[in-house]
């Protein structure tokens, strides 16, 4: 069983996932969580994480670690980024493979979960850059 | 939205997902189903997947309409590969963006379990070649 966990401070490059696999992994969930458009109802150019490094890391690694001894987990990839993420962009990245399809679905629900609950990783808005529309009373 | 649905008999190449996205998807979901190395506790070499190819792509289409109708599915891409394919690769990929990560989740498995229900794709192990070890009393 292989964990992999990454902060990084630029673009997340998804890695490469060669098949075939061993044979043993029935089932590969991947997922991107990426930086909406609005926050809060208000438009934004970016979110900015800030993670207290080396205590983020010592966390996910616990979550991951207790995670994956929960089923059947053959392989986990967790890669989040800090630093400004501009919108569309992902600011976490995360694999799971397994032998069933079901445990592969909640190792990476439960482990995304657990993450926002517990990892300290914090994310402000950047406020759009784009000019306000004048309210209508100001226009002719 | 986008939906996209392909049955293949070819190995399946994961169609590129380009970053920025367009700032209304939160989060996006991918899932390879990958053929284990055994089933029914028997070593196979393969699983060979009979379709009736127009039938099943209709049904596809149909389960992937009414189920990224249900929420806020904004992209969904589904190859299915079918004929022979060996232990270790992909028969199945799916690809869900969404605007929230439970929708993007719900959506994945809820599809999976509806074309493995619903869809006309039919699967049968490919015994393995390799030679099956002899009973011990046949050893010397």
Redesign the interface.
């Known amino acids: 069983m292989g964990i992999s966990i990454s902060l990084v401070d630029r ?1 997340i490059a ?1 890695p490469s ?1 060669l ?20 926050e809060a109802g208000k438009a934004i150019a970016a979110l900015d994480y800030e993670a207290y490094r080396a205590m983020a890391r010592k966390e996910l690694e616990r979550i991951a670690a207790e995670t994956a001894r929960r089923e059947g987990c053959h392989d986990l990839v967790l890669i989040h980024r800090v630093g400004i993420v ?5 600011s976490l990245y995360l694999r799971v493979a397994a ?1 069933r ?1 079901g445990a ?2 909640r190792i ?2 439960e482990l ?1 979960q657990k993450l926002k609950a517990d990892v300290p990783i914090w994310k402000a808005p950047v406020p759009s850059r784009l000019p306000a529309a004048s309210p209508p009373g100001e226009r002719r």
Do not use: Q, T
């Open positions: 673009p998804r996932l098949f075939p696999l061993d044979g043993s992994s029935g089932a590969v969930v991947e997922f991107f969580g990426v930086v909406r458009g609005r501009p919108v569309g962009e992902p032998e399809r592969a679905f990476a629900e995304i």
